[in-house]
Nanobody
Framework: QVQLVESGGGLVQPGGSLRLSCAASGSIFSIGNMGWYRQAPGKERELVAVTTPDGRTNYADSMKGRFTISRDNAKNTVHLQMNSLTPEDTAVYYC?????????WGQGTQVTVSS
């Protein structure tokens, strides 16, 4: 079994920054894409950013230029640096990956942007 554990969420003022981290653990012999999704109250879960094993990245349009995704293949971790946060970024952020060719989700971490 594979577990994903997120950290780094919290309360931040508009214009501020947060860095989310996600660590995959367990019996892992292969990890594919790693990414972040988010779900705001009353809305569907949406893609934030994804990174491939060779480091290519893709972002949702509203996150381009503000968010940066990165990964450490040796540690099976993925990070999301979020800058210039706005109240519209308030959501639960979920880590996602394909490990051993199966999909896994983290438990989610709350990000609240408010003054």
């Amino acid at each position: 079994q594979v577990q994903l554990v997120e950290s780094g969420g919290g309360l931040v003022q508009p214009g501020g920054s947060l860095r989310l981290s996600c660590a995959a653990s367990g019996s892992i012999f292969s990890i594919g894409n790693m990414g972040w999704y988010r779900q705001a109250p009353g809305k569907e879960r949406e893609l934030v950013a994804v990174t491939t094993p060779d480091g290519r990245t893709n972002y949702a349009d509203s996150m381009k230029g503000r968010f940066t995704i990165s990964r450490d293949n040796a540690k099976n971790t993925v990070h999301l640096q979020m800058n210039s946060l706005t109240p519209e970024d308030t959501a639960v952020y979920y880590c996602h990956t394909y490990a051993n060719f199966d999909p896994y989700w983290g438990q989610g971490t709350q990000v609240t942007v408010s003054s």
